[in-house]
């Protein structure tokens, strides 16, 4: 049986003697004895701490052999329910302890992963998010309080959440979320000042990572762009744009939302780059057959000038040939996505297009 409904059973079962004694206590001590003696007799009964008997049974025979039911009976009970209560208690520290060291070793191995920075308002639909998309993330919060309630509000959908305890600020912190082998850090905190200093440290500390950060005020993202963040994002300004794409064009912004939070397929847009060992470097789109492998929509492509800016070709047409360097566009299925951003990286035998009817 579960040690949750042990201890659950052992509860009720306490209860329902209990219940038992103080009503026998009542019933058969007469009527000089109250509710409260009759209370407090089942329970120094019950738990066998040793003080006189309060409702006198002497002169009770009845009353005397239904207390040594309730001494019998209530040691058995006590004793299981404390055993229960032990190894609940035990259970759960010793499952806590393993999770943890389980759960440090699995961030030690984390390669090219997020980090989140913050499990608040805005944290936590990034954190959705990768989830959704299968990536791999860790979670810095400075409450571990915030990250049981979130498990519990997503009825364990993230029961084995990756996390660091501690704050995003501090360098140890960091490290013990692998800020060194990150992608890309998320600075999602309430305060834009903690986000422009992990920005700082993130970025001493891994040149190379992305840096997305929250900024409440917008005038404060500049200072967050000069500190080294890639992006700076304002809730705010997001929200403002969501509000007037509802008031401009609903029907686009209900097939956004429907690709969002389909359950059935997880449709995404996202990017494929190519890089300069690709096997796909030198092929066209059509070569590759983004549709018929892959069912994918290639939307656009983005390419870098000689001048260092970027340009994005919108609808690319099907015999443009992807360059090192290159970022192709597409929509589809996360999972697809993610099979044809591996196929990018590794050696692929890609056929002759054939037509298609």
């Not at 919060?141 to 305890?165: A, C, M, Q, W």
């Not at 690319?316 to 597409?330: C, H, K, M, R, Y």
């Amino acid at each position: 049986m579960n040690i949750r409904r042990r201890l659950l059973y052992a509860i009720l079962i306490l209860a329902s003697m209990t219940s038992i004694a103080v009503i026998g206590y009542r019933v058969l001590g007469g009527p000089k004895v109250s509710l409260l003696d009759s209370v407090y007799m089942a329970v120094i009964t019950l738990a066998g701490v040793g003080y006189g008997e309060i409702i006198d049974t002497s002169h009770n025979p009845l009353l005397r052999l239904f207390n040594m039911f309730v001494v019998a009976v209530g040691v058995m009970i006590t004793v299981y329910v404390f055993s229960v209560v032990t190894a609940f208690l035990v259970d759960s520290e010793i499952h806590n302890l393993f999770w943890r060291r389980t759960m440090q070793k699995r961030i030690r191995n984390l390669k090219e992963h997020f980090i989140v920075c913050g499990l608040g308002d805005t944290g936590r639909y990034a954190v959705e998010e990768l989830h959704k998309t299968g990536m791999p993330f860790v979670v810095i919060e400075s409450h571990e309080d915030n990250i049981k309630r979130f498990k519990d509000h997503e009825s364990g959908t993230y029961k084995e959440i990756l996390y660091v305890i501690g704050d995003c600020t501090d360098e140890m912190t960091l490290d013990a979320a692998g800020v060194e082998r990150a992608r890309c850090v998320i600075a999602a905190v309430q305060s834009d000042k903690d986000n422009l200093v992990t920005t700082v440290v993130v970025r001493q500390k891994n040149p190379r990572a992305r840096i997305v950060a929250r900024c409440s005020d917008v005038k404060f993202a500049d200072r967050v762009l000069r500190a080294g963040a890639n992006t700076a994002v304002s809730p705010n300004a997001i929200g403002g744009l969501r509000l007037a794409s509802e008031a401009l064009r609903p029907h686009v912004t209900s097939f956004l939302d429907l690709m969002l939070r389909e359950k059935s397929r997880t449709l995404r847009i996202d990017e494929i780059e190519i890089t300069g060992n690709s096997p796909w470097c030198g092929k066209s789109l059509d070569e590759i057959r983004f549709r018929s492998r892959y069912h994918l929509m290639a939307l656009a492509v983005k390419t870098t000038t000689d001048e260092g800016t970027n340009d994005f070709m919108v609808n690319p047409a099907e015999n443009l040939s992807l360059q090192a360097g290159t970022v192709v566009i597409v929509m589809g299925d996360v999972d697809e996505i993610r099979r044809a951003r591996e196929d990018a990286k590794h050696a692929l035998h890609v056929h002759a297009a054939t037509p298609v009817s």
